[in-house]
């Protein structure tokens, strides 16, 4: 082998030695707003999750502003995360069918499940106003990770998944959305996320009610908590220990308070039947949050 070819075999070497060592290229992420959006309404009025058992109900018209809305919400959601969760994700991946619920007034909500490739999922909300044309400017998420198998059996979940509320004592009722949450096997519960409705359908998060959770120790034993309403801004929330059988022991409760609407609920008293379960109070999960976040925001600690 002459000197040009020690050359030209040196470069070849260098060329692949140089493409092993690279990471690997990386597919750009799906343009939110390049994708199309299809809506339908349920008999039942509520959302369909993947593999739900219940027929995915009737196409209906979405408006353009709802569909704006829903892409720019999953554009700054994707922005904001690894972006390896939404490595060769399609448009019908990524945003699955938007439903309509009604029972807000004259107003609509439209929901949308968003995914990524891996790892990511979350309910899109967005408040409708079809007699002004507004609709809410900045929508809220909500996790749907553990939702995508929902079977008639299921004990956890209660339908529907998205209705109203009128706990928190504001002109309009409440958008309340539930989320199954999942850690291994010590963590299997039901939170309830309550949206206030404030000026412009703007949707605020106002509490975070860990209603129902599963007994990691015996599946006949479920956790239950439920809430009352004191006075203005004020609610108890009590602490249950059920079973199969029937059985209901209070186990604790504690007093939420808040300055008005739109504010966060801040907890002024606890008491327990047992004072080793008072830290539980609140929440089973193991979050890095403290309670008063936990009310806000819910869990963050599941996989």
């Given amino acids: ?14 060329m692949f030695a140089a493409l092993l060592a690279a990471p690997p290229s990386r597919a750009a992420a799906v343009d939110p707003a390049r994708c199309a959006l299809h809506a339908y309404a349920t008999r039942d009025n509520d959302i369909r999750v993947e593999d739900d058992y219940r027929g995915r ?39 699955g069918p938007v439903y309509r619920v009604t029972g807000f007034g004259r107003r609509w909500l439209f929901v949308d499940e968003a995914h990524g490739s891996v790892g990511w999922s979350a309910f899109v909300l967005v408040l409708f106003d079809p007699d002004t044309g507004e609709a809410t400017t900045q929508p809220p998420l909500v996790g749907s990770r553990w939702m995508n198998d ?36 010590l963590y299997n519960g039901v ?5 206030e409705v404030g000026p412009h359908l703007s949707l605020t998060p106002a509490l975070a009610l860990e209603t129902r959770v599963a007994d990691p120790m015996d599946v006949h034993v479920q956790y239950v908590r439920t809430l009352r309403p004191l006075a203005p801004n004020r609610l108890r929330l009590d602490l249950f220990q059920t079973s199969d059988h029937g059985k209901r022991v209070l186990l604790g409760n504690a007093t939420l308070v808040r300055d008005g609407l ?32 936990f009310l806000r925001e819910g869990c963050d600690f599941y996989y």
């Fill in 57 to 95: 109900g009737g196409p209906i018209r979405l408006p353009p502003v709802v569909a704006h809305r829903i892409h720019a919400a999953v554009a700054k959601a994707m922005a904001r995360a690894d972006p390896a969760l939404f490595d060769e994700v399609t448009c019908s991946r990524l945003f």
């Fill in 1 to 14: 082998m002459d000197a040009r070819e020690l050359k030209l075999a040196a470069a070849i070497g260098l």
């Fill in 150 to 185: 929902l079977r008639p059996r299921d004990v956890q979940l209660k339908l529907p998944i998205v209705s109203t509320g009128n706990l928190l004592g504001g002109p309009d009722l409440d958008v309340v959305v539930q989320e199954q949450v999942h850690n291994g096997t």
């Fill in 262 to 293: 739109g504010k966060p609920f801040k907890i002024i008293g606890r008491y327990a039947t047992n004072r080793k379960r008072i830290g539980g109070l609140i929440t089973f999960c193991d979050s890095s949050k403290d309670d008063g976040r």
């Fill in 191 to 195: 939170i309830y996320h309550h949206f």
